[in-house]
């Protein structure tokens, strides 16, 4: 997005351990970094933009359990 530059793992370091689940926000960020394997929080100078990366990794099941499956129904 083009807003302001962001410090996320400040923002991080200054959250209480409990959040309020009734607090109209701020539970995003930390839902993100429980599902999440991977996020990368970077700021682009030359564009003003800022940049975040979320990725999970996905390991289907093994070849020969999808073939036992296949063959049971």
């Not at 959250?15 to 539970?27: E, I, L, Y």
């Not at 970094?33 to 682009?44: K, L």
């Amino acid at each position: 997005d083009c807003g302001p530059p962001f410090d996320l793992e400040e923002w991080l370091k200054a959250q209480p351990a409990q959040t309020d689940m009734f607090a109209p926000g701020g539970r995003g960020i930390k839902l993100m970094y429980a599902i999440a394997d991977n996020i990368s929080y970077t700021r682009s100078t030359s564009e003003n933009r800022n940049c975040l990366l979320i990725s999970k990794d996905y390991w289907p099941y093994p070849k020969e359990q999808n073939q036992t499956s296949d063959s049971n129904s």
